[in-house]
């Protein structure tokens, strides 16, 4: 059916294309700078009224826009702290253009606002832009990072995905949501990240340790969820997005409206909502029982800026049920092993939206105050937030009373104050103090996961680069304390037990980077991060569900300390581009379950499983090379390989992702000026098996790794101007081969295949409501 | 309007720092294991209507990190005889203890007690039969007839299943659902 489509489409462009022959290829970019010391402006909106498309800047400065077609522009340039400002261009071929913006107020031309956000660290680092996004639209956050090289994902079956970056994830990977760490108990591979990617413009991976500006836990690296700038012109603008999926028949649906009032210059507002429901979803030949997902978020942001100093307000909540495969859930070694042979998934299932035990509810509250502002020393940032999640699991039970096995409360508070400071010679930086103040508590009668306790935390750090005319220099140091004060029961009786820990340690960060010549350049980054041991990892005594096993926490387990050593450098001809990092990280004390001996239990003997330490070395190459044929069409190769290896044991280390391999190529083309953008891609990905695993593999694990895997996804869209409103619509088919496969990184690997053939619709709809219409 | 900033700034940050400062007590929530099993009581009775139970005990039951003491009757039978047989299941960690038979027997369409002697016939083996049933008429064998076989050592296991998908089957693997319990006695028949 759906290939019958994707031809219909195709020969719609072309017939279009041949029929009204329009230069529609033009490359165009925009540079925006400030208009006396033509410093780039980051982030800036640039938008065209014509197109009704809004585009962000890097921290450079600059949007490129692929497929413009020839005609007179309308461009409005939007940046907090500087004057609206609106210019008309005519595009007659592939151009570059420069746009200067002014201050708001002229008098303190010596002072102006740097950026909104803090600049991201100079480090290995890819983001997904709205574009991307876009195309990715109502996928979960884990698994619309997958399309950043370097970047896998961890999960049970198709509902639960989170990322996995160069081989590590859950404790080891720092999330923020807005600029705030998400605290969501994301304590295994059954908790996804309580975030919803329709709040963001642009979602950023920064690979590696990179844990001196946004504190403990970035072993593995950060990503950063970022909604967009508030409105800064008058009037009124929104978005409504709309997702279809065929394989477990999932509608979504999010939309946003925002206003910048007239009256009040600098008070804008923007409000968001996403509702999403799916049911159980289907592997080649059969629905999976109980995998049916719903989700209710929302989010308000209220803003008030002048030039020199502003407050923002964020509020947002995530609601999410889910199910998890009834057929996970095994009560013993014996069912465990009896799941793994059955060629069949052992519980039957239909179609449903119905979700039954096993099951999650959870619930992420975010509030968040912003003050800032711009004096001579620098730019002030003062940021309180509060979040709660609240996790409920419905386990399996004899008697269903209606009540969870698991209540998990998680308050956190955190408060940041930084300084961007002004430049001094050739330094530029930032300094600032961090705090965290955390409870953790059951509910009463809860099956024991995680004990109650209590952390407070503090940090400092200071970061500075030096930028001279071809490189720059970059080193940060940062200190942090963390204190955690554990009630645990214990023994026969569940006597509680109160235990507190102290750990403090030092990160940092040493960087060089370089221009040889205008597309060419290269850097090298050193940097030491650290955690603390969670209180999982010390504390657990008891079964993990799901794997059928006993996992035994260690109260002795020191923090882990990483060092990681990444070379990049990235080449940008006329034809092609290259991208090449290397990394290897150290990590010392790395903490992981070595299987121990079994144990005896009503249920029968179960494997039982220790935290301890090691040291670790992960060494990897992430590289991505793109071909630009012409001015339509692209192609994109990448491979990323991680050798991880377990320095004390000289062995490799288990659950490692294995070798990914990806092509894709993209045919682009703006037709007239009714149909613009028209693309059609596909993409190949070849996963390999994992063949570097402990020795011992089979005494703690079984079967082994999944073989490797191939897969097709292919996409096609346009964007339609109705009436000068334009329309973005696409229709992607994610496995298109219906492939069976199993991913190593999967839970359910031990139970069922991954999905099969997912067909999406995706409509896409900005609307804007010019102020020129108001008397 | 500085100054205001500023001021602004100091009172938020004394305010935080104060919030932080206000220490909620941290309870200690009441944390039992909901339906732990610990023991499975086997209690056969012979043709002179005389009880002999047979315990198996793991104190800790489920989901610990130690299993406690381990109590296993070894279930000694005279060869060649007919039983009545009824199956018990415990919580002993509680004082006093729970009977979750109860809680099984009304449940009863949605549990399955499996019971495989090994050898399944000759020299140490029981063979069962008359099993009860649950609602829709399908095994749920909690009480039943055993036959001792011949002179030998064997053992007897009971596995008390949730939601099997097929209550006929023949090995705890057709039938499916998930481990509640699994007693593997020590069979001497002599």
Not at chain 1, 289 to 295: C, D, L, M, P, Q
Not at chain 1, 408 to 433: P, S, V
Not at chain 2, 176 to 189: C, M
């Amino acid at each position: 059916m759906f290939r019958i489509s994707l031809y219909t489409a195709l020969l719609l462009c072309i017939n279009i294309y041949t029929a009204t022959a329009q230069q529609c290829n033009y490359v165009v970019k925009v540079s925006v700078v400030e208009k006396h010391n033509f410093a780039p402006v980051y982030p800036a909106l640039v938008y065209i009224e014509e197109l009704k498309q809004a585009y962000e800047t890097d921290e450079q400065g600059i949007v490129k826009i692929d497929t413009v077609c020839a005609g007179a522009y309308t461009i409005h340039i939007e940046t907090a702290g500087h004057e609206h400002a609106i210019e008309h261009v005519t595009i007659a071929g592939s151009t570059n253009l420069k746009f200067k913006v002014s201050l708001l107020e002229h008098h303190l031309e010596e002072v102006h606002v740097t950026e909104e956000r803090n600049k991201t660290i100079q480090q290995s680092k890819e983001s997904l832009e709205k574009d991307k996004l876009n195309a990715a639209s109502g996928k979960s956050l884990g698994s619309m990072l997958q399309a950043i090289n370097g970047v896998s994902t961890l999960g049970n079956g198709a509902t639960i995905t989170k990322p996995v970056i160069h081989g590590l994830h859950s404790n080891r990977i720092l999330m923020l949501n807005n600029g705030i760490r998400q605290e969501d108990q994301q304590w295994g591979g059954e908790h996804a990240p309580n975030i919803d990617p329709f709040l963001a413009s642009k979602i950023t991976v920064i690979k590696g340790a990179a844990g001196v500006r946004y504190g403990t836990d970035a072993i593995g690296g950060v990503v950063l969820v970022e909604p967009p700038a508030l409105r800064n012109a008058p009037g009124w603008d929104g978005e409504l997005n709309l997702a279809a999926f065929s394989n477990n028949r999932m509608g979504v649906g999010s939309g946003m409206v925002q206003h910048a009032f007239k009256k009040v210059p600098g008070l804008a507002f923007r409000l968001q909502g996403t509702f999403k429901q799916g049911g159980n979803y289907r592997i080649p030949g059969y629905w999976v029982a109980n995998t049916g997902v719903k989700e209710t978020n929302y989010s308000a942001t209220l803003g008030y800026r002048r030039a020199h100093y502003g407050a923002e307000l964020f509020f947002s909540s995530f609601d999410t049920d889910l199910g998890l495969y009834r057929g996970s859930h095994t009560g013993n070694q014996k069912d465990l092993l009896n799941a793994i042979n059955s060629d069949v998934p052992l519980i039957p299932a239909e179609f449903t939206y119905d979700i039954a035990r096993p099951r999650q509810h959870v619930e992420h509250k975010l509030a968040k105050a912003r003050l800032y502002a711009d004096t001579r020393v620098g730019m002030f940032n003062l940021v309180y937030a509060y979040q709660k999640n609240y996790r409920q699991e419905y386990d399996v039970v004899r008697v269903d009373k209606g009540n969870a096995q698991l209540n998990l409360t998680l308050n956190t508070q955190t408060l940041n104050l930084n300084l961007d400071h002004k430049k001094i010679g050739k330094f530029e930086g930032q300094a600032g103090i961090d705090g965290i103040s955390q409870q953790n508590y059951l509910g009463n009668g809860d099956r024991i996961f995680i004990p109650n306790f209590r952390s407070l935390g503090g940090g400092a750090y200071l970061i500075e680069r030096y930028k001279a005319k071809d490189y720059s220099i970059e080193g940060g140091l940062r200190y942090d304390h963390r204190y955690y004060d554990v009630y645990n029961p214990e023994g026969n009786n569940q006597q509680v037990v109160n235990y507190k820990y102290n750990f403090s340690s030092l990160s940092g960060t040493l960087g060089f980077k370089q221009q040889l010549t205008d597309n060419w350049d290269w850097s090298l980054t050193l940097s030491r991060a650290w955690r603390a041991p969670q209180a999982s990892e010390m504390f657990s005594a008891g079964l993990h569900q799901g794997a059928a096993r006993i996992e035994l926490g260690n109260k002795t387990l020191a923090p882990e300390t990483s060092w990681s050593l990444n070379a990049e450098t990235k080449y940008t001809a006329k034809k092609w581009a290259a991208e090449l990092s290397v990394y290897s990280q150290y990590i010392n004390n790395y903490i992981y379950l070595q299987p121990g001996t079994d144990i005896l239990t009503i249920r029968g003997y179960f494997k039982r499983f220790n935290y301890t330490q090691t040291d670790a070395l992960l060494s990897g190459t992430d590289a991505t090379l793109t071909y630009q044929w012409n001015n339509n069409l692209q192609s994109t190769a990448k491979a990323s390989l991680l050798y991880a290896r377990d320095l004390t044991n000289n062995d490799w280390l288990i659950l490692m992702t294995p070798n990914r391999f990806s092509l894709g190529t993209k045919y682009t083309h703006s037709i007239s000026k009714t149909l613009t953008d028209c693309f059609i891609g596909i993409d190949a990905r070849y996963v390999t098996e994992q063949k570097r695993i402990p020795r011992n593999f089979d005494s703690i694990d079984y079967p082994r790794p999944p073989a490797e895997y191939f897969l097709l996804d292919a996409s096609i869209g346009t964007t339609i101007h109705l009436n000068k409103q334009p329309v973005h619509i696409s229709l992607s088919v994610d496995n298109m081969l219906n492939a069976k496969y199993r991913d190593y990184l999967d839970a359910f690997r031990y139970f069922i295949d991954q999905p099969g053939t997912n067909v999406v619709l995706r409509l896409n709809i900005p609307f804007q409501i010019q102020k020129t219409e108001t008397k | 309007m500085k100054k205001v900033i500023y001021s602004i700034f100091a009172i938020a940050a004394l305010a935080i720092s104060f919030a932080s400062c206000e220490k909620d007590p941290v309870t200690e929530p009441d944390v039992t294991e909901e339906e732990l099993i610990t023991t499975v009581r086997l209690i056969v009775t012979d043709s002179n209507n005389v009880e002999h139970p047979f315990v198996y005990k793991i104190e800790n039951g489920f989901g610990s990190a130690t299993q406690g003491t381990v109590t296993i009757d070894t279930v000694k039978l005279m060869l060649g005889k007919m039983f009545t047989y009824r199956i018990e299941v415990l919580n002993e960690s509680v004082s006093p203890a729970e009977d979750i038979t109860a809680e099984v027997l009304s449940e009863k369409d949605a549990h399955l007690f499996f019971l495989a002697s090994s050898p399944s016939s000759g020299a140490g083996s029981i063979t069962m039969s008359n099993g009860s049933k649950d609602n829709q008429n399908l095994p749920f064998n909690q009480t039943g007839t055993m036959s001792s076989g011949l002179a030998g050592s064997g053992t007897l296991t009971i596995t008390l299943l949730h939601e099997p998908t097929d209550k006929n089957g023949n090995s705890t693997a057709a039938t499916g659902g998930e481990t509640d319990a699994e007693a593997v006695f020590p069979v001497l028949i002599q």
